[in-house]
Nanobody
Framework: QVQLVESGGGLVQAGVSLRLSCAVS????????MGWFRQAPGKEREFVAS????????AYGDSVKGRFTISRDNAKNTVNLQMNSLKPEDTAVYYC?????????????????WGQGTQVTVSS
């Protein structure tokens, strides 16, 4: 079992940066591929970013590429999402997810574990 707890969300103005963290506990941290997804009201869950520890590659959704960065902090057992140049369309609940596969994946249904989500609201 893996437990995921997100933090760092909030209300910010467009153009600023925000950093989300996902605390990971349970099985070996490096055994999982980690991902971030988001869901805005009335919309489907959208892929944001993914990082594979085993392979060492990352993947980003087209709408965040170049602005968001996924990383891990081994000392704190966290997966972080650095979000720069935020836009109002980035407003959503952001979810941390984990999957047992070795490769990054953009499909939400491929992830086995989910956090409770953290709200990010970007005002114009």
């Amino acid at each position: 079992q893996v437990q995921l707890v997100e933090s760092g969300g909030g209300l910010v103005q467009a153009g600023v940066s925000l950093r989300l963290s996902c605390a990971v506990s349970g099985r070996t941290f490096s055994s999982y591929t980690m991902g971030w997804f988001r869901q805005a009201p009335g919309k489907e869950r959208e892929f944001v970013a993914s990082f594979s520890w085993r392979v060492g590659n990352t993947a980003y959704g087209d709408s965040v590429k170049g602005r968001f960065t996924i990383s891990r902090d081994n000392a704190k057992n966290t997966v972080n999402l650095q979000m720069n140049s935020l836009k109002p369309e980035d407003t959503a609940v952001y979810y941390c997810a984990a999957r047992s596969g070795s490769y990054t994946d953009r499909r939400a249904n491929e992830y086995d574990y989910w956090g409770q989500g953290t709200q990010v609201t970007v005002s114009s």
